[in-house]
């Protein structure tokens, strides 16, 4: 069974930075995509970032510029590093493995002053 666990939410002001990890259990972690989503309260979950096997990776337009997905396949572990946060980055973020449709169950992350 494919388990995900976020964790690195929190509250931070505007311009300031945050790192979201997501480990995962259950399946060959190094052979999968892996994802992040963001769901803003009264919205639906978006994407926002995606990393491959070989470390491509795409974003949300969004974020481009601002937020780095990246992986560590030796402790089955993906990152977001999310730098100059603004107040309409705040939403629950989801890891999220689209071979298996497996999510976490999500952190929640709060730009505000």
């Known amino acids: 069974q494919v388990q995900l666990v976020e964790s690195g939410g929190g509250l931070v002001q505007p311009g300031g930075s945050l790192r979201l990890s997501c480990v995962v259990s259950?399946?060959?972690?190094?052979?999968?995509?892996m994802a992040w989503y963001r769901q803003a309260p009264g919205n639906q979950r978006i994407f926002v970032a995606r990393?491959?096997?070989?470390?491509?990776?795409n974003y949300a337009d969004s974020v481009k510029g601002r937020f780095t997905i990246s992986r560590d396949n030796a402790k089955n572990t993906v990152f977001l590093q999310m730098n100059n946060l603004k107040p309409e980055d705040t939403a629950v973020y989801y890891c999220?493995?689209?071979?298996?449709?497996?999510w976490g169950q999500g952190t929640q992350v709060t730009v505000s002053s």
């Open positions: 259950g399946l060959s972690f190094s052979a999968y995509n």
């Open positions: 990393i491959w096997p070989t470390g491509t990776t």
């Open positions: 999220y493995v689209p071979k298996f449709d497996s």
